[in-house]
């Protein structure tokens, strides 16, 4: 057992490899293409992968590898991980949040502090903020003038409600930090390629905030097959809008299987409607049974036949 070995002496007589050895740290690798290499001597690295930070995810993104190598724990490591835990980031979340953005390490700590200051004064509780922050990693290395110009935007361009925005960007807090053209882009296409109206995108949006960040592409080509091939009206996609979210493959398999039995009915007004909720939100076995009144094993031979 190592414990037993008794201190050497400082007069004892050592050789000179002994000697050598002793003097000799081991010297950081000086170009390592892994950030792996340097675990051995860096105290932050080892400290960071104790934590749960995936180093071969973090030397993908650019600089972060030189940027965590210049970093001292005790000193500039520690007080932003502080800082996570007090915002609300869970212990077991600290190291895929830092693998994720690395970068919040160099930031200064009284900017992060005003960030999140700048959020309450908003009236985003406690919980929330640490929702956001967690969900949208990137979030508090923006600046305070870039979030409140970001919730002004969704305000206006929405016409929502103070508590609605807030609503609205708790539930997808990545809209303050990705871009805004595919944003704008994709309230162009729903005003202009899909015809609705103001009020109703204002509804759709609320709904489903990931119609901002959907593709355009697919947005149109579900939007041409629920309203030009399954006649649904404008007023009836904006009361279930999470279809869009649906993949148009289910759509177009379960609607043809619904008018092959002749039980495509979408207006609310016929005793047979089905809701689109139902024709999209249903696992299989249930919309066979309960939707389309048939088997599995009908729905699996009709889907051969397409």
């Known amino acids: 057992d190592w414990d037993d070995i008794p201190p050497s002496s400082a007069l004892e007589v050592i050789s000179e490899e002994e000697a050598v050895q002793i003097i000799a740290e081991p010297l950081p690798p000086i170009q390592s293409s892994t950030l792996r290499d340097y675990v051995d001597h860096s105290e932050t690295l080892a400290k960071l992968v104790h934590l749960g930070v995936d180093l071969s995810q973090v030397e993908k993104r650019q600089k972060a590898g030189q940027l965590l190598l210049t970093l001292d724990f005790e000193k500039d490591v520690k007080k932003i991980l502080l800082f996570l835990k007090d915002v609300g980031v869970e212990d077991n979340q600290l190291g895929p949040f830092l693998t994720k953005n690395p970068y919040i390490l160099r930031e200064d700590l009284e900017a992060l502090e005003t960030r ?88 759709i949006v609320y709904k489903t905030p990931k119609i901002l960040t959907a593709s355009k592409k697919r947005l149109k080509q579900t939007f041409d097959y629920l309203h030009n091939i399954m006649g649904i009206p404008h007023h009836m996609l904006t009361r279930f809008p999470q279809v869009f979210n649906s993949k148009l493959l289910r759509i177009r398999e379960r609607h043809m299987f619904l008018a092959f039995l002749g039980r495509a009915q979408y207006d609310p007004a016929q005793p047979s409607y089905i809701s689109l909720d139902q024709l999209v939100s249903l696992p299989d076995e249930v919309f066979c049974t309960e939707i389309a009144k048939a088997s599995m094993q009908d729905f699996e031979n009709f889907l051969k036949t397409l």
């Open 116 to 203: 999140v200051a700048y959020l309450k004064s908003k009236k985003f509780g406690k919980s929330e903020i640490a929702q956001m922050v967690s969900r949208a990693p990137y979030l508090l290395l923006f600046s305070v003038e870039r979030l409140d110009n970001r919730l002004g935007f969704f305000k206006n361009e929405l016409g929502l409600s103070v508590k609605k925005t807030k609503d609205l960007v708790i539930r997808l807090p990545r809209l303050l930090t990705g871009k805004l053209e595919p944003v704008k882009e994709n309230l162009q296409v729903c005003q202009i390629e899909l015809g609705f109206q103001r009020n109703e995108i204002q509804q």
